[in-house]
């Protein structure tokens, strides 16, 4: 196969892994042509032909959420990197397909959520929070769930810039089969783990607008109810707490509270965190 000819099949293929074992073939037989930028150039233009009309045409929900094939496309294509050369941008291309390659397996019988679920929970969020308006004025968020469980996620988000300093650009998360966590005790739900990354989405947004808002809260938190202690912690996990903190007050006292897997939680600061939430939101 040639790259005119690896690109269409990627495109076809409906199948993340062979996208990614495409994608590999894509940069060796690149690596040979003459015009490198332009077959690069044609793959992203190409993954773009059908990623981006449905979604960009989708004009009846403040969300686009997606499954199957079509999820493979949004990931790809918004998933793939891009650098200033064609040298740069193989290699990062490669890296990406190496990342698809060795850390998505074939379907479990681990739990995925659906799209009916996510209609379920946003609604709710929208009700309570005004949830998308506040936390996705500009662009809509793509949703897109991915019949594959991934060794070192059940989800990710990912959020761009339109340049440095400027507000966020665009919000998409890619939802996996759910794992289970062996060192924890709790069941882990598609539903918990989509708040969750609902929660980063809602601290990004607002510390993107206000700066130190997320060390502000840690803090609240570490004096109030001393669940925090703020010098053993790492950055990293800091986000991680905050966005547990805020999924488990979206889902306080709504339809899907017996998915929050914190039961050890005391009710009256679940009260507080979904307070918190409403608090960020108005601020919005
Ligand atoms: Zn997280």
Avoid: W
Wanted: proline content about 5%.
């Amino acid at each position: 196969m040639d790259v005119r000819e690896i690109t269409n099949e990627i495109i076809k293929s409906g199948d993340l892994i062979k996208s990614g074992e495409l994608l590999q073939r894509f940069v060796d037989e690149c690596s040979n042509e003459k015009n490198k930028l332009k077959c690069i150039d044609l793959l992203y233009k190409q993954l773009g032909e059908f990623a981006l009309p449905d979604y960009a045409m989708d004009f009846e929900n403040k969300y686009y959420a997606c499954e199957g094939a079509n999820a493979i496309i949004k990931y790809l294509y918004f998933g793939l990197p891009r650098r200033k050369n064609s040298k740069e941008s193989l290699q990062a291309i490669k890296e990406y397909a190496d990342t698809i390659v060795a850390r998505f397996y074939k379907p479990t019988s681990e739990q995925l959520i659906t799209k009916n679920r996510i209609g379920e929970i946003i609604g709710y969020l929208d009700k309570e929070f005004n949830f998308c308006n506040k936390v996705f004025p500009k662009r809509k968020p793509i949703f897109a769930i991915l019949d594959y469980a991934n060794t070192h996620f059940n989800a990710e988000s990912l959020m761009t810039f339109e340049n440095e300093g400027a507000d966020i650009y665009s919000i998409h998360v890619f939802l996996y089969r759910t794992k289970q966590d062996t060192d924890s005790p709790y069941k882990t739900f598609p539903e918990y783990v989509f708040a969750h990354e609902l929660g980063h989405m809602l601290q990004t947004v607002k510390e993107n607008q206000k700066p130190g808002t997320a060390s502000q809260i840690l803090t609240f938190i570490h004096k109030n109810l001393g669940l925090v202690k703020l010098d053993d912690m790492p950055p990293e996990d800091e986000l991680e707490f905050l966005a547990d903190t805020f999924s488990t007050g979206m889902l306080h006292q709504s339809p899907f509270a017996k998915y929050d897997p914190f039961k050890i939680i005391p009710n009256n600061y679940r009260d507080i965190y979904k307070k918190m939430i409403t608090d960020i939101t108005n601020s919005l």
